[in-house]
């Protein structure tokens, strides 16, 4: 198969772990005859510097030619305690999100059993925990208008806004890959205080019968912050509106021992990216200590979503033998072990594959 796959390397860590996903794709491109055809684009604090733009027209032009995007991080520290910044990398991801029509981010969970102790959770409680969060990522507070300050500067105002076309396409998706699960669907919503989550519940509800094989629950998002560490295994398709979905997705990476593993996919129109869930972990930058894991295992969702389902597993086995081997970075590594730096970790899977 020839691929077009746009390269966003992004802020802090993010080249160096784009990079060690490059070299796995290619080792899997040698070995099962593809061709993979990469084009690097600018986004984020970088774009910024070399543009004024975080997401510059030529980035976006890049995205809608090429087949797929793999995505590291964007941030930098110099904008964090800035709040009068005009121009923020952040913006770069939101509207490229919006841009690409990437209404659906899948962030999917899953325990290692080799690295369950790791957790800070007790093993048991984590152990055989697997389940997909499925966060709505182009409408609700990240996007709803008026957005803003009073002229005096002394009230602020957020908007929080859902369509019925926004709930059910989101939820729609939802029930079909519950369906290919283990069938059980949770909404997660604060529907007996937000009106936008009183139209999810409503639309929820209505469109349930079309997929009677799924079961669903509703859950208050205050009380699914507290089920996904006191029992994550109950879950297995957790849906939600965006802001909710951006905290529970951190708060459940948590789960799996290190945020260096988490991959993720945004689906909707034409073109989908890929990107693992972490940030641009600027202090890391350059040092060669990176976990590369949630890019590499984002390349693999990347080849599963366009059909190459062996070379997907390939790189997830690779993956699991270089934990097993304990190869492993500094946030993974156990107290006996030794960590491994960035690239031997891509070197180790690369050569697996
Ligand atoms: C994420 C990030 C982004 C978000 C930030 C960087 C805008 O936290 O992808 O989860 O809030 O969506
Ligand atoms: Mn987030």
Redesign the pocket.
């Known amino acids: 198969m020839e691929l077009k796959i746009a390269l966003l390397p992004g802020d802090g860590i993010g080249p160096e772990i784009v990079g060690e996903a490059v070299k796995v794709l290619n080792s899997v491109a040698a070995k099962y005859k593809h061709t993979f055809n990469y084009q690097k684009a600018l986004v984020g604090a970088c774009a910024i510097d070399a543009t004024g733009d975080p997401y510059p027209a030529e980035t976006h032009a890049v995205c809608q030619g090429a087949d797929v995007v793999l995505f590291g991080a964007?941030?930098d520290p110099k904008y964090d305690n800035n709040p009068s910044a005009k121009v923020r990398p952040?913006q770069g991801?939101?509207r490229m999100r919006k841009s690409l029509g990437l209404y659906a981010?899948l962030r999917p969970l899953a325990v290692f059993d080799s690295l369950a102790d790791r957790s800070p959770l007790k093993t048991e409680i984590v152990k055989g925990a697997d389940f997909l969060c499925v966060r709505e990522l182009t409408g609700g507070m990240?996007f709803g208008r008026p957005q803003g300050r009073s002229e005096d500067g002394n009230t602020a105002y957020d908007t929080c806004v859902y369509t019925r076309e926004e709930v059910e396409r989101i939820l729609h998706l939802a029930f079909g890959l519950a369906r290919k699960r283990r069938k059980q669907l949770t909404v997660v919503d604060k529907a007996n205080v937000i009106a936008t989550s009183r139209l999810w519940r409503q639309i929820a509800k209505e469109m349930a019968p079309q997929y009677p094989d799924v079961t669903v629950e509703f859950m208050f998002v205050d009380n699914a912050a507290m089920q996904i560490i006191q029992r994550p295994t109950h879950f297995d398709v957790i849906v939600t509106e965006?802001l909710f979905g951006?905290i529970l997705?951190?708060e459940s990476s948590v789960i799996s021992g290190s945020l260096g593993m988490l991959p993720s996919a945004s689906v909707g129109a034409k073109v989908a990216l890929f990107e693992p869930?972490h940030?641009s972990y600027p202090q890391a930058a350059g040092k060669n200590i990176a976990n590369p894991m949630a890019t590499i295992l984002s390349a693999a969702m990347m080849l599963e979503h366009v059909g190459l389902e062996k070379e997907g597993k390939a790189i997830r086995d690779a993956v699991n033998k270089a934990i097993e081997a304990g190869v492993v970075t500094e946030d993974l590594v156990s107290a006996a072990g030794k960590a491994a730096s960035t690239t031997e970790v891509g070197d180790f899977i690369a050569a697996a594959v």
């Open positions: 964007i941030g952040e991801l939101l981010n990240y965006n951006d997705t951190d869930i940030g």
